[in-house]
């Protein structure tokens, strides 16, 4: 039986073969022909399990693979690098640790969602995109703004249809190209909103509202796009052991350093599920953008108390914690969410925590 390690490029990829006995000939550069990429795939073994790291050009890859007959494995890349212990670093020995790792069976493997998945998969991402966009043009107008001593009193939201038409009015206030600055900035503005909208509606007619975006959407703070959003990154909610492991795959939980009796807690580890992350902090956010809507709700009680004694950021991210614990039982269990019943903090750091499937 083969194993086959692929330390993949953006313009090529080393192969490495092991079998049972030890590596098989030399590794083998393949340029990312597609003809080449395809013959090389039919002079291995049908069957043939291949690993490949996440963080190369593998969406094509693992289609290639998977037509080919043959097994892709996919590898975190970081977790892959730690494992592998190697002191140099080139193409030949990467693509020998992952053949290596994928014979032992120690290999970091990360789940493959289906293609169908991959590609709708980018519909919510560009328009978690372009929210990031309309975002950042809002921010830089409200400090132009800011600069010159200009403030809209005459609507809470600026870029309502009352806040757009008073700030029309207060332009000619504004140095001459300051002005022809937020005006460029207001028009771009108006495209990307066009371009959310035609995104949002894209998402609606490709994807089918299924049962888990259904559960999901009885989240706190949860709607259509943020339950389609959380159900597609999910996936298979069998590939997790638990609760805190979505929890820490959706970069809910923080890094913890303890040494010598003493516990720190800091960010949350980079090689996380950004696009989950989003979400869970997104339906956080709105939480705590009105409180008050949600006082009587656990949600509500929890970013309250913590904002007192905390802060708001670290009570967001407790509520989106929250928020990814509870969808995993109910995506387990298949339960729409349920107010947690309450619980005395067994210690200063421990909050209400019970989940919906312990009620």
Known sequence: MLYVGCDA??????????????????????????????????????????????????????DEIEQAGHNPVLAHAGKA?????????????????????????TLPKVWIPPGELRDQRELPRLRMALVGIRTG?????????????????????????????????????LPPQTRVSVEAELRLLDQVEEQIGLSEKRIKEVVAETPAIKLLMSLPGVGVILGIVIAM????????????????????????????????????????????KWAFMEAANVI????????????????????????????VGAVARHLAEAAYWMLKNKEAYREPRAQTPTSSTREETRLPHES
């Open 9 to 62: 490029h953006k313009r090529y990829s080393v192969f490495a073969v092991m079998d049972d006995r030890g590596p098989v000939g030399v590794p083998v550069k393949v340029d990312h022909d597609l003809g080449l990429f395809r013959h090389y795939l039919s002079c291995l073994p049908e069957g043939t399990g291949i690993a490949i790291e996440t963080n190369g050009p593998w969406y094509w890859m693992v």
């Open 81 to 105: 690098k730690l494992m592998m212990g190697q002191i140099n670093k080139t193409d030949k020995l990467d693509a020998r640790g992952l053949a290596l790792m994928l014979r032992n069976g």
């Open 137 to 173: 043009l809002k921010n830089r107008i409200q400090a132009t703004l800011a600069k010159y001593g200009i403030r809209i009193e005459e609507s809470s939201d600026l870029f309502g249809k009352a806040g757009r038409e008073a700030l029309a009015r207060r332009l000619g206030e």
């Open 233 to 276: 990154e999910i996936g298979d909610v069998e590939r997790f052991g638990g609760a805190e492991q979505l929890a820490s795959y959706a970069g809910t939980v923080p890094r913890v350093r303890s040494s010598g009796g003493k516990t720190y807690y800091g960010k949350s580890r980079p090689d996380v599920n950004r696009y989950l």
């Open 288 to 315: 705590a953008s009105h409180p008050r809507w949600w006082a009587g709700r656990h949600v509500g009680r929890l970013y309250l108390r913590l904002r007192e004694r905390k802060g708001h950021g670290k009570a």
